[in-house]
């Protein structure tokens, strides 16, 4: 099953992504962005444990490759990272190394959220990026989201101390 925006597709990991996630693990500028742990080379194997632990059925999230509608590229992955499923919550996190400032990273968002929301029964949605990623913080703000909170000196990057933003959007209607 895939779910489509207006730009991108969010489908299952499979197997002929290994190759492309590989590529993204270590595009180190990316990964600054977001990964908390530090910023190391990746191995095949460790391109191959994501591939293996990010579905469904292994870890009791929902994670998805991101693909441009266009041409079918593989952009990276999205997904939820954790549920709350008594009160009704959830967080997503994306992670694309391609077709950024395009538009795909927030149709992907947004995707994401009608399917947290239609097909999950969510309340909430939460997401998280770090204070020097503006282009995260514009693109959640761009899909409705809000900024609830400020945790600060979380990340130490770059001989420096940085804050996590938090951000949440309410179900539609509510």
Same mark, same amino acid.
């Given at each position: ?58 870890? !009791? ?11 079918? %590229?593989? =952009?990276? #992955?999205? +997904? /939820?990272?954790? &549920? ?12 694309? !190394? ?11 968002? %947004?995707? =994401?959220? #009608?399917? +947290? /929301?239609?097909? &999950? ?54």
């Amino acid at each position: 099953m895939t779910y489509t925006g207006s730009l991108v597709r969010l489908r299952a990991l499979e197997e002929k992504d290994l190759n492309d996630l590989w590529r993204h693990l270590n595009d180190m500028d990316t990964m600054r962005l977001v990964t908390d742990g530090p910023v190391l080379p990746a191995t095949a194997d460790d391109a191959e444990k994501i591939l293996r632990d990010q579905t469904s059925h292994s870890t !009791g999230v929902y994670q998805f490759a991101v693909e441009d509608l266009e041409d079918g %590229r593989f =952009l990276g #992955r999205c +997904g /939820f990272t954790s &549920l709350d499923r008594k009160n009704r919550h959830g967080e997503i996190a994306i992670h694309l !190394g391609e077709g950024r400032g395009r538009g795909r990273g927030a149709d992907a968002v %947004r995707v =994401l959220c #009608r399917l +947290g /929301f239609e097909e &999950l029964g969510l309340h909430k949605i939460t997401a998280r990026t770090f204070d020097f990623n503006h282009a995260c913080a514009r693109c959640l703000e761009k899909c409705g989201f809000t900024q609830e909170g400020l945790l600060r000196d979380e990340l130490y990057r770059d001989g420096a101390w940085h804050g996590v933003r938090v951000y949440g959007l309410i179900a539609p209607g509510v």
